[in-house]
């Protein structure tokens, strides 16, 4: 073959029309786990009668250029059904047609209706044919897209995103346009899948399932790519590992060896999960921040047996868990190795919770960690789960943890020192209750639950303290004030209040606890009753400390 110049290409072009020089080869598009026929895709060529044949690379974007594409376009979109139309006729067996659909034709506003009335012509079931579009097409403005996919569905053709991958600004895209099947290249990962390829490809794979919406892998070359992506739930594949684009006549012959079969979604989708959730942009950006610095692990979990699998996991999930292990040792262990039974029961809880709640649910488990470097240890985990997508008895699992040894660590010697105080505080006629800050959460001690008859938890404290007369009518506002100045941040308060009914002087505190970014975290609060030497130690104590509380 000759590459012919510019001009040569333009010369000829409308002979390569008019004498079929310019003709369709058709690549098999192949379900991996069944080994049958999901479809295909027409690809152009054009075979010149001097300079051979040529290949798109060369010729396409010249004809885009000169404004020829779109008759190109037409003319393959034609040839298909022309094909179509011979095998119905013939009584074969045929799969939907993959037709490229150029972002030049987009702007040309009778594409669709010149497509639509070429399959009319050959009275062609719109469900044997396809259009492809690139997200390049987006680049002049989504509306166009928008409206040329709507008209492409209310003829009833499936619309497919083709290249998707090549640019990752593209994730938003999805949003924006309902397309029915996601063509992903496997060429814009290549050498890279268990890295950032491959942490990238699971997104897509999540976001795409989220969307309900099938994703064919393209060019994919080797059987571990395609073991790969089956790994994930995908089994859709084009690509020379099965078939290289092939002219008219072997196709034929391919169709007949091959069984057949619809597409379908690779999982089938929990019914209300609510996809669009995903879709705000934040929400995306978590999911990619997430996927990209988050540690974070896709599961596989089989309800009969409680067997979970390990799919993938990326490189901070080794780094906040991994305790010193090799990414393949962690991903090859069994799951249940490192948890005993109490703990293992917590984890399949939760993850029931995810199944029948649709929603993220958390847990924090501890496990035994054994590394060479450290020997054994122990770390507590807290896992942010949530379901993906589900296979009869098996569903997938995406997975956020974080490591909280430490803060667990910091916590219980915490609690051990609250414990302590409180104990102490039964003993020295002191109520005591913890309020946490951000929900407006007020745990009672034992004492208050008892004397002020309170239930163990209140709810969008202090209203119902106030409520139930505690914090008589005429220090109320005083003590809301009090809740809103925790919330600011203060770190300590306290001032005489008459309390009950009885209005009985008792000295209220509150000290706050902090969080590492220093946001207050909780208050524990004290009441104790007023006695004439307490009064006047405290008032002497008001003199050298620093007391926000409000003036008597
Ligand atoms: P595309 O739409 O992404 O088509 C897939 C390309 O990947 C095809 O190249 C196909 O031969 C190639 N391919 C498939 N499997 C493998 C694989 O395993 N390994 C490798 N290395 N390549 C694989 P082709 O036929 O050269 O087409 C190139 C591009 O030209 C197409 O990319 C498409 O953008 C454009 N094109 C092809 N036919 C048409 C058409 O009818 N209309 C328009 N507008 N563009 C077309
Ligand atoms: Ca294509
Ligand atoms: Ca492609």
């Given at each position: 073959?000759?590459?012919?110049?510019?001009?040569?290409l333009?010369?000829?072009?409308?002979?390569?029309?008019?004498?079929?020089?310019?003709?369709?080869?058709?690549?098999?598009?192949i379900?991996?786990?069944?080994?049958?026929?999901i479809g295909?895709?027409?690809?152009?060529?054009?075979?010149?009668?001097v300079?051979?044949v040529?290949?798109?690379s060369?010729?396409?974007?010249?004809?885009?250029?000169?404004?020829?594409?779109?008759?190109?376009?037409?003319?393959?979109?034609?040839t298909?059904?022309?094909?179509?139309?011979r095998?119905?006729?013939?009584?074969?067996?045929v799969?939907?047609?993959?037709?490229?659909m150029?972002?030049?034709?987009?702007?040309?506003?009778?594409?669709?209706?010149r497509?639509?009335?070429?399959?009319?012509?050959?009275?062609?079931?719109?469900?044997?044919?396809?259009i492809?579009?690139?997200?390049?097409s987006?680049?002049?403005?989504?509306?166009?897209?928008?409206?040329v996919?709507?008209?492409?569905?209310s003829?009833?053709?499936?619309?497919e995103?083709?290249?998707?991958?090549?640019?990752?600004?593209?994730?938003?895209?999805?949003?924006?346009l309902?397309?029915?099947i996601?063509?992903?290249?496997?060429?814009?990962?290549?050498?890279n899948?268990?890295g950032?390829?491959?942490?990238i490809?699971?997104?897509?794979?999540?976001?795409a399932?989220?969307?309900?919406?099938?994703?064919?892998?393209?060019?994919?070359?080797?059987?571990?790519?395609?073991?790969?992506?089956?790994?994930?739930?995908?089994?859709?594949?084009?690509?020379?590992?099965y078939?290289?684009?092939m002219?008219?006549?072997?196709?034929?012959?391919?169709?007949?060896?091959?069984?057949?079969?619809?597409?379908?979604?690779?999982?089938?989708?929990?019914?209300?999960?609510?996809?669009?959730?995903f879709?705000?942009?934040e929400?995306?950006?978590?999911?990619?921040?997430?996927?990209?610095?988050?540690a974070?692990?896709?599961?596989?979990?089989?309800?009969?047996?409680n067997?979970?699998?390990?799919?993938r996991?990326?490189a901070?999930y080794?780094k906040?868990v991994g305790?010193g292990?090799?990414?393949?040792?962690?991903?090859?262990?069994?799951?249940w190795?490192d948890y005993?039974?109490e703990?293992?029961?917590?984890?399949?809880?939760?993850?029931?919770?995810?199944?029948?709640?649709?929603?993220?649910?958390s847990c924090?488990?501890?496990?035994r960690?054994?590394?060479?470097?450290?020997?054994?240890?122990k770390?507590?985990?807290?896992?942010?789960?949530r379901?993906?997508g589900?296979?009869?008895?098996v569903?997938?699992?995406?997975?956020m943890?974080?490591?909280?040894?430490e803060?667990?660590?910091?916590?219980?010697?915490l609690?051990?020192?609250?414990r302590?105080?409180?104990f102490?505080?039964?003993?020295?006629?002191v109520?005591?209750w913890?309020?946490d800050?951000?929900?407006?959460?007020?745990?009672p001690?034992?004492?208050?639950?008892r004397?002020?008859?309170?239930?163990a938890?209140?709810?969008n404290?202090?209203?119902?303290?106030i409520?139930?007369?505690?914090?008589?009518?005429?220090?109320a506002?005083?003590?809301?004030?009090?809740?809103?100045?925790l919330?600011?941040g203060?770190d300590?308060?306290?001032?005489?209040?008459p309390?009950t009914?009885g209005r009985?002087?008792?000295?209220?505190?509150?000290?706050?606890?902090?969080?590492?970014?220093?946001r207050?975290l909780?208050?524990y609060?004290?009441a104790?009753l007023?006695?004439?030497?307490d009064c006047?130690c405290?008032?002497?104590?008001k003199?050298?400390?620093k007391?926000?509380?409000?003036?008597?």
């Amino acid at each position: 073959m000759d590459k012919m110049t510019e001009q040569e290409l333009v010369e000829s072009f409308s002979d390569a029309i008019k004498y079929n020089h310019i003709f369709v080869c058709y690549q098999p598009q192949i379900n991996h786990s069944t080994g049958r026929m999901i479809g295909a895709e027409a690809l152009m060529r054009w075979k010149h009668p001097v300079y051979g044949v040529q290949f798109p690379s060369d010729f396409i974007p010249v004809l885009e250029k000169n404004n020829l594409i779109i008759e190109a376009d037409i003319h393959v979109f034609r040839t298909v059904c022309d094909f179509l139309r011979r095998c119905i006729d013939e009584g074969r067996k045929v799969v939907p047609i993959s037709v490229n659909m150029s972002r030049y034709d987009i702007y040309n506003n009778d594409y669709v209706d010149r497509i639509e009335a070429i399959r009319k012509e050959f009275d062609i079931p719109v469900k044997y044919l396809r259009i492809e579009i690139t997200e390049s097409s987006a680049i002049g403005g989504i509306d166009l897209i928008q409206s040329v996919l709507k008209k492409l569905h209310s003829y009833g053709y499936l619309v497919e995103m083709d290249d998707f991958g090549s640019g990752y600004s593209s994730l938003n895209i999805l949003k924006d346009l309902e397309v029915d099947i996601i063509k992903l290249d496997m060429r814009f990962l290549q050498g890279n899948i268990g890295g950032r390829g491959g942490i990238i490809l699971t997104s897509i794979i999540q976001m795409a399932r989220w969307l309900d919406t099938p994703i064919i892998a393209e060019g994919v070359e080797t059987l571990d790519q395609a073991e790969y992506m089956k790994s994930l739930g995908s089994n859709y594949i084009q690509g020379y590992l099965y078939a290289k684009p092939m002219e008219e006549a072997e196709f034929v012959e391919k169709l007949s060896a091959m069984n057949h079969e619809a597409l379908s979604p690779a999982l089938d989708l929990i019914d209300n999960l609510e996809a669009g959730k995903f879709w705000n942009p934040e929400s995306l950006e978590t999911l990619i921040f997430s996927n990209y610095v988050g540690a974070a692990a896709v599961f596989s979990y089989r309800k009969s047996d409680n067997n979970i699998e390990l799919l993938r996991i990326n490189a901070k999930y080794i780094k906040e868990v991994g305790m010193g292990r090799e990414e393949k040792d962690v991903v090859n262990s069994n799951f249940w190795e490192d948890y005993d039974e109490e703990n293992q029961k917590v984890y399949i809880d939760t993850i029931n919770k995810a199944i029948n709640s649709n929603e993220e649910e958390s847990c924090e488990t501890w496990r035994r960690i054994c590394s060479k470097m450290c020997g054994e240890e122990k770390i507590c985990v807290r896992t942010d789960m949530r379901v993906i997508g589900k296979t009869e008895d098996v569903y997938m699992i995406y997975a956020m943890v974080h490591n909280i040894t430490e803060e667990k660590k910091n916590y219980s010697e915490l609690f051990e020192s609250e414990r302590r105080f409180r104990f102490a505080s039964e003993q020295a006629n002191v109520y005591a209750w913890e309020y946490d800050i951000r929900t407006k959460e007020m745990r009672p001690c034992y004492r208050c639950m008892r004397d002020l008859k309170l239930p163990a938890l209140l709810k969008n404290y202090p209203e119902p303290a106030i409520e139930v007369g505690i914090f008589p009518p005429d220090y109320a506002d005083m003590y809301r004030e009090w809740h809103k100045k925790l919330e600011e941040g203060v770190d300590h308060l306290e001032a005489i209040i008459p309390l009950t009914v009885g209005r009985v002087p008792f000295h209220v505190r509150y000290t706050t606890e902090f969080d590492e970014a220093g946001r207050p975290l909780k208050a524990y609060g004290s009441a104790t009753l007023v006695i004439e030497e307490d009064c006047e130690c405290k008032d002497k104590e008001k003199d050298d400390e620093k007391s926000e509380a409000k003036d008597e």
